[in-house]
């Protein structure tokens, strides 16, 4: 098993949530996470005054997969959430030990 984190855009969370559906992906944990990578944010004006936003705002995707679609749940994120422009956002991949489901108590990829 095999665990991806994605940090993408908040624009791009309903394409990237479709596409993964289409694919297959049946679960997934979302959450608004705050942050920033080589862009360290960007500075805007206010009714004339200027103000800095160093922590942009970003969605996390978690999700835990069986090691078979990896590859294609990669491409499906890269596909959907690229814009080209600094800041589209990263995927971490991790190993999973394992995984028990509490209401049944199965393990492994069928807890999945």
Same mark, same amino acid.
């Given at each position: ?7 993408? $855009?908040? +624009? ?7 596409? =993964? ?9 979302? *959450? !608004?996470?705050?942050?920033?990578? $080589?862009? #360290?944010?960007?500075? /805007?004006?206010? #009714?004339?005054? !200027?103000?800095?936003?160093? =922590?942009?705002?970003?969605? #996390?995707?978690? =999700? ?13 994120? =890269?596909? *959907?959430?690229?814009?080209? *422009?600094?800041?589209? /956002?990263?995927?971490?991949?991790? #190993?999973?030990? +394992?995984?028990? $489901?509490?209401? *049944?108590?199965? $393990? ?5």
């Amino acid at each position: 098993m095999t665990k991806i984190e994605a940090i993408i $855009r908040p +624009n791009k969370f309903e394409a990237v949530k479709t596409a =993964l559906i289409e694919i297959g992906v049946e679960g997934m944990t979302v *959450s !608004e996470v705050r942050g920033h990578g $080589r862009q #360290k944010g960007h500075t /805007g004006t206010y #009714k004339g005054r !200027e103000y800095e936003v160093d =922590l942009l705002q970003k969605i #996390k995707l978690e =999700l835990v997969l069986d090691d078979a679609v990896i590859e294609k749940v990669i491409e499906c994120i =890269l596909g *959907s959430a690229y814009t080209g *422009s600094i800041g589209d /956002g990263k995927i971490f991949v991790y #190993k999973v030990d +394992n995984a028990v $489901r509490i209401r *049944s108590r199965e $393990r492994g990829t069928v807890a999945l």
